[in-house]
């Protein structure tokens, strides 16, 4: 059996698409029969409020490497 550290070598080699496919149906599995509707529902309005402030300019959005370097001051 092959480690766990094996198979993300091998995963983060993979073309950006594929491994966000990939990050999308595991972080989805680990979902499975934890939310409710009313979970999923209120997900969906916070995302949608989310893109609205995006949308209308109310936030500041930080580029991912900003955020990656904050992270690894902590």
Known sequence: MRSADEILEDALALP????????????????EGALDEQADELWSAEIARRIADID???????????????????
């Open 16 to 31: 950006v698409e594929i491994r966000a496919r990939i990050a999308g149906s595991l972080i989805e599995s680990l979902d």
């Open 56 to 74: 209308a300019g109310r936030v500041q959005l930080v580029p991912w490497s900003d955020v990656r370097r904050r992270l690894e001051l902590l």
